[in-house]
């Protein structure tokens, strides 16, 4: 991660919830944070119907249950700070749900695949931006991102399916690409269109960093999260 | 609720786990409430589809949340008790499937009343069995009534519904009918079937019931449920 005292002014003040211009970025972080755990939600739910098994279909229905406590601290925060949870999600629906409607799994391993490849790019996400927050919502962040669900079963279940067709594993590293490409693509748009969240995700607005260093820093933090990603792909035996 | 004792021989031993016949009831009715409540989880998720308001998606998902828990505590007790938790609910998946597809609802209203009357009928149901039970059994199955989860919020979304469209209410008496109806009915097919889920139900494994008074005691329990259930539907202003 870049070091932002590089950078600082030597008495920058820390990000707070008394400034209006973070106030109102953090209410739309936690919003569109709040709205991918919804919806990841919903599309574990609807995938646990291709499982193979009743087995398979508890474990993917457990961590679908997880994305919702996650979606519901961050709801829950976002009532604390006096926003509503609707309007602070809403403008982030129509991005979110065309991610996922141009993400449809064909079957079960498109589905646990797409479930790894989200929560890690997802996790490492929420870690770059806890280090812009205010200390509250960096600990909700992180906690969000401590409560891993059962990724053990996702990595063991891909794993057994490459050892036993290993064909499956070409397919499966064409998705994996497919979805990083589409997730940062999209993370990339809706960041762009809410000058708070650029500002936020970025840094700009903790007071540290200067301005002009903003798009260097989006394609540092994106190339971080993009290495991340293949070394998670490498632990598959897959090339990303 | 029948009094057993008025039936009882005065040495009655209570039901236990030790009694192979027993046992082999209990992973039946574990393994029946388990598959319900899984996908009642599956259901009410891929209702929320059809929620109008993001607040009534999240409210319908966190319902959604409730059942899985149950299903967690009901399997998680069957694994306790040694037995294998896909076995056990495998033959009540085709029952619990055809019932669930022959009640798809239509829209977002039907599927909030077929949640409160499936919570309904089911914590009667759970209610009438637990009295049958060894305590550690009976304690699990009490637990998971308890934990009613929201139905706060659908008797509330029911009743602005039809004091907004009065003509509503006629629809959802028919739609109420027909799901205690069919609930009832596929209760019996699966009762009949398993010959010791049929015991336990109507008691007749603890021993302190004559196995002549089974077809009558059933009829009285769900003649039971049936009352309880035409008092909810009057609580929401509408005639079963």
Redesign the interface.
């Known amino acids: 991660m870049a070091d932002p005292a590089a950078v600082s002014a030597p008495d920058a003040p820390a990000p707070s919830l008394s400034d209006p211009a973070y106030r109102s970025s953090i209410v739309d972080l936690l919003g569109v944070l709040a709205?991918t755990e919804?919806s990841a939600?919903?599309r574990l739910?609807?995938d646990?119907?291709l499982a193979p098994?009743?087995?398979d279909?508890?474990a993917i229905?457990?961590m679908?249950?997880a994305e919702?406590?996650h979606?519901?601290a961050l709801?829950d925060r976002l009532v604390e700070l006096g926003a509503d949870?609707?309007e602070a999600?809403?403008p982030f629906?129509a991005p979110v749900d065309a991610f996922h409607e141009s993400t449809a799994p064909a079957d079960w391993l498109e589905g646990l695949m797409k479930a790894y490849v989200g929560d890690g790019v997802g996790a490492d996400f929420y870690r770059e931006v806890a280090a812009h927050l205010d200390p509250a919502t960096a600990r909700l962040v992180t906690d969000v991102v401590a409560d891993t669900g059962q990724s053990g079963f996702v990595v063991a279940t891909l794993r057994a399916a490459i050892a036993a067709d290993p064909p499956v594993a070409g397919r499966l590293a064409l998705w994996g690409r497919r979805l990083v490409g589409e997730m940062l693509a999209q993370a990339q748009i809706v960041v762009g269109e809410r000058e708070g969240l650029s500002a936020l995700v970025v840094g700009g607005l903790d007071g540290r960093l200067l301005p002009q260093l903003d798009l260097a820093e989006t394609a540092r933090m994106f190339h971080r999260l993009t290495e991340a990603h293949t070394a998670r792909m490498q632990a598959l035996g897959l090339s990303a």
């Open positions: 709205y919804l939600f919903h739910a609807a646990a119907a098994s009743l087995g279909r508890a229905s457990a679908a249950v919702f406590r979606f519901r709801a949870e609707q999600m809403e629906v």
